[in-house]
């Protein structure tokens, strides 16, 4: 299971869609990914995680958003609006709650657009039903969750909990610890996601606030190329237009109701849907540069994690490494697929692990538990969770103790 | 770690994805046979072999070629035909996916919830899949590995399917033609077809059309 | 799909099945006059289903198939009940997804298929069951009311959860005693033809199944409002025979009886004055197009 692909420098097959090279209602040129990120010329921008969020979806030929008020994604699916009526996208409406925002997202992609929405914290968890029919219908829809507490009492803060919930519903799920992430993840998204070998939904998440709401430089492609469009045709099932065959066509259709009973369809059907996420590696390695990146990771000592925790990470180690304690950093992109066999390849020196994490469970510690040998070198925490920040120096105490050192415990 | 090997079954209860094996799909100009990917042009002749070794080879077109949904389909329609007569193969349509009810007529019919039952019934040592959705493809291909022997192979017009024994990918009229050109060669090098001799059946309106007379 | 693409190739045709062969033969696709009466001269647009036998949704779904003004083009939207048994035996794309979800399916396919196809009219259709129009998906359907989407709203009320037994549900007569209301249900039928007018239906039908003309008018006239007007729904009544304790061949007596003067069922229609607009001026032009094509037989055979 989850083996690695070796890939040797190969890009992403190119995009043959006819309308490549060809403008847009905006003057924009559709253009092949490969050429968008590595060879238009990037630009930085200073710009809040809502901004880049917008600006990424002027660049990627959406036919559909559609939208509902949560924080703190708010600001970006409103600003989604404000380019719809500039012209960027077809189609784009407030829906009356998430469940009901997910379903007209999937009449929307059963009918052949490219969709995006945005959610977080309750709204994912209201949503939630949709996520495994997304998968199960082959709906390579794009939702971006700026990650909440699903807690109550009720909280808006950053909290990657629903993160943990999504994890089986047979969609990818990408975390993007900055805003460049953000903003190079979602464009991405879209073009591994709609792979016919893979077409599934795709969750980009984002930690809330922490992402979301702060400024930071980010790099961007010139605003006059655009993804070339979703072809609904490029669809390993028939696309719901009554344009193409075959004509008896119930895209999901009941195989297990009384009557009628094959129960090794069901199972073959589940077994199809996590194939096509296993498949979306081969695509994926290439546009992201690996499911992982890894910094001095040959060391004893590791942090791996994804998200900010990664940038608190960083800090930590700056901090570690003027005391002369060495670490590594191991950030994870993609937690589905999950990068297994990379993980343990670079955790095989590691004696002591350390997985930070903004939530309460620690999910990312036990998915790597299950899957590396002498898991007891992996050491849960530190979690912050409810929106408390993580200072660095937190991720150093906790290292400290880890190694028997003498710390100052610090307070809340 | 060694590699998954896409072999004909019966594999098992439930057999494994092959995708979520490690298998990787073939990229353009490539093919896969058993697992292990090969440049295109080698899978030609692997696919001649096998039809021209089998007892009832059988081709299974799918809605995507059985269809004139568009101007192109024609031709592939008519260059199946044409396979057919050649190798000799059977032809047994996937007209479309519902879960047929009350059952199918397994011997002229192949569905994809369960693709067992006209494998078994027709005894089908080797088959290839052309024009259907990956998806119910790689249904198919997977529940007749689970349970039958039969040896699996794909022309797919998109990526392609780790889940068949053998798999092409992007598939147009040209790769159907280079198929019957394989199948030509082979003959011409003295390989003779084992198949057991068979006529090709025909549906009209009213059923199963009775040849004998002709 | 024009009428044209809905063929076999030639070379594969006679390995197709017989009903395969039948459907391009002779099913009315691309026939704007088609109705109920070609039903018995030509090919349904239904195979075989998995309801009880005797069952009113059966014939419903038979006429409402027959009724469609432009089948080629039209992709329906069900929901979870006795109704998604026969969704995929129907030869037009359809959609099932969720329980209760439908009407925000649709609300999203139509736009898209408004944008993907602009110069051709796609007509969308929900239908789905009581349970799922009413109950778990009502925020839907109304919103897409209020909203004005476009399409048409079919909802066959049994009055009752048919599918997982035969339970309570907001279209079930009060005092009627069922699963889960052990007592009696305790409040009256919810008057769904009532909110749908209100939430901004352009036109509205409700019936029993017992007739086929009135069930082709009222399919008829709502797919065409909802073309060029607002949405548009129609309550069939399709009793669940199996669940209040009738034998097969009393489904028709059942529908009778409850449209009779005084019954549930009372054939009645709001139409907005837009939408009437509409509606007179597509009798006249049909009118019209049967009275030319009439004359222009005579004038062939003189
Ligand atoms: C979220 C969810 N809740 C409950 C169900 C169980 N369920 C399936 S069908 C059904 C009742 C359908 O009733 P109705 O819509 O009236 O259709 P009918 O079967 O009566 O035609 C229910 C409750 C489900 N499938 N999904
Ligand atoms: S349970 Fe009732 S509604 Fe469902 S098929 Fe049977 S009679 Fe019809
Ligand atoms: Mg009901």
Redesign the pocket.
């Known amino acids: 299971m989850n083996k690695q692909v070796e890939l040797k420098n190969k890009r992403i097959i190119a995009s043959k869609h006819v309308k490549l090279g060809q403008k847009n209602r905006m003057d924009q040129t559709y253009t092949d990914i490969n050429d968008i990120f590595f060879k238009a010329e990037q630009t930085p921008n200073f710009l809040t995680g809502s901004e880049v969020i917008r600006e990424a979806i002027k660049r990627c030929s959406v036919g559909t958003s559609v939208a509902y008020p949560i924080t703190p994604q708010s600001e970006a699916a409103a600003l989604i609006g404000e380019i719809y009526a500039e012209g960027y996208l077809d189609e784009y409406f407030r829906g009356e709650s998430e469940f009901a925002v997910m379903g007209q997202c999937a009449g929307a992609a059963f009918g052949g657009h490219r969709v995006f929405t945005t959610t977080a914290g309750p709204g994912t968890l209201r949503a939630m039903?949709n996520f495994p029919m997304w998968a199960g219908a082959r709906l390579p829809i794009q939702v971006c969750v700026t990650c909440r507490g699903v807690n109550s009492p009720l909280s808006i803060q950053p909290d990657t909990l629903e993160m943990y919930y999504l994890l089986e519903t047979g969609m990818l799920v990408w975390h993007a610890e900055t805003a460049q992430d953000l903003f190079d993840f979602i464009m991405k998204g879209f073009i591994v996601a709609e792979q016919p070998d893979v077409h599934v939904p795709i969750a980009v998440c984002c930690d809330g606030f922490f992402v979301t709401h702060t400024k930071d430089t980010v790099d961007l492609p010139p605003l006059d190329l655009t993804l070339t469009p979703y072809d609904p045709y490029q669809n390993p099932q028939p696309v719901m237009d009554m344009e193409t065959s075959p004509i008896r066509m119930m895209r999901d259709p009941f195989v297990m109701k009384s009557n009628y009973i094959s129960y090794a369809t069901h199972a073959s059907w589940q077994q199809e849907i996590k194939a096509a996420v296993e498949r979306s590696r081969k695509h994926t390695i290439p546009l992201l540069d690996g499911l992982i990146d890894e910094y001095n990771a040959d060391r004893e000592l590791l942090i791996v994690a994804s998200g900010t925790a990664v940038s608190q990470s960083r800090e930590a180690i700056r901090l570690l490494e003027e005391e002369g304690i060495k670490v590594g950093l191991v950030k994870i992109k993609t937690i589905r697929p999950f990068p297994t066999e990379e993980i343990r390849r670079v955790t095989k020196h590691a004696k002591h692990i350390f997985v930070p994490e903004f939530n309460v469970v620690g999910w990312l510690a036990r998915e790597i538990k299950a899957i590396i040998p002498d898991n007891e070198r992996v050491y849960v925490g530190p979690h912050v969770c409810g929106g408390m920040t993580m200072p660095s120096e937190v991720i150093v105490e906790q290292i400290k103790i880890q190694l028997g050192m003498e710390t100052t415990p610090l307070r809340m | 770690m060694s590699q998954y090997q896409v072999l004909p079954g019966p594999e098992a209860f439930l057999p494994p994805a092959a995708a979520s094996m490690g298998n990787v799909l073939p990229d353009p100009g490539e093919a896969h046979i058993e697992g292990r990917i090969v440049p295109e042009d080698e899978a030609y002749e692997v696919f001649a072999r096998k039809v021209l070794g089998a007892k009832v080879p059988t081709i299974f077109p799918g809605p995507l070629v059985l269809w004139k949904w568009n101007d192109h389909v024609a031709e592939k329609a008519k260059a199946i035909r044409e396979l057919a007569n050649e190798a000799p193969m059977r032809i047994i349509p996937m007209a479309d996916y519902r879960p047929k009810y009350p059952k199918i007529e397994a011997a002229v019919e192949i569905n994809p919830n369960h693709p067992n039952l006209t494998i078994w019934h027709n005894k089908i040592d080797v088959c290839i899949f052309i024009g259907v959705h990956c998806h119910q493809a790689n249904l198919s291909l997977k529940i007749i590995r689970g349970g039958t022997n039969c040896y699996t192979m794909a022309m797919c017009a998109m990526a392609g399917h780790e889940d068949a024994c053998l798999s092409f990918r992007d598939a147009d009229l040209g790769k159907i033609r280079k198929l019957i050109d394989a199948v030509k060669k082979l003959k011409s090098e003295g390989v003779e077809s084992q198949a057991i001799p068979f006529k090709q059946f025909k549906l009209s309106r009213a059923g199963l059309v009775d040849q004998s007379a002709n | 799909m024009s009428k044209e693409k809905i063929q076999i190739c030639e070379d594969l045709a006679d390995v197709m099945p017989p009903e395969y062969q039948e459907l391009v033969a002779t099913a009315t696709y691309g026939n704007q006059d088609r109705g109920w009466k070609d039903i018995g001269s030509s090919k349904e647009l239904i195979e075989q289903h998995s309801l009880c036998a005797g069952c009113p949704?059966s014939i419903a779904f038979r006429y409402i198939l027959a009724s469609l003004p432009a089948p080629e083009d039209t992709v329906f939207v069900g929901?979870?009940?006795?109704?998604s048994l026969v969704f995929p035996h129907v030869a037009v794309h359809n959609i099932h997804s969720?329980?209760?979800n439908q009407n925000a399916i649709a609300s999203g396919l139509k736009r898209t298929l408004k944008s993907r196809f602009p110069d051709v009219e796609k007509d969308v259709v929900v239908l789905?069951?009581?349970?799922?129009?009413v109950d778990?998906g009502l925020d839907m359907t109304m919103q897409s009311w209020f909203r004005l989407e476009k399409f048409t709203t079919i909802c066959?009320d049994?009055e009752?959860?048919?599918?997982?037994g035969g339970q309570e549900?907001g279209l079930m007569q009060k005092g009627f005693v069922a699963k889960m209301a052990p007592k009696g249900k305790n409040f009256e039928k919810v008057r769904l033809a009532e909110i749908a007018r209100e939430a901004g239906c352009a036109y509205v039908a409700v019936l029993t199944v017992s007739k086929p003309n009135r069930v082709e008018q009222a399919i008829k006239n709502a797919i065409y409002v909802a073309r060029e007007v607002g949405p548009s729904f129609v309550q069939l009544y399709t009793p669940?025979i199996l669940e209040i304790g009738k034998q097969s061949m009393e489904g028709l007596d059942e529908m009778k009886d409850s449209e009779t003067i005084g019954g549930r069922f009372v054939q009645k229609e709001y139409i907005t004055d837009e939408a009437q607009k509409l509606l007179d001026s597509i009798k006249e032009e049909t009118k019209a197009r049967k009275k030319a094509a009439k004359e222009a037989k005579k004038s062939v055979n003189a």
């Open positions: 039903e | 949704e929901s979870t009940g006795c109704t969720l329980f209760g789905a069951g009581d349970g799922a129009t778990i066959f049994n009752l959860y048919a599918n997982t549900s669940c």
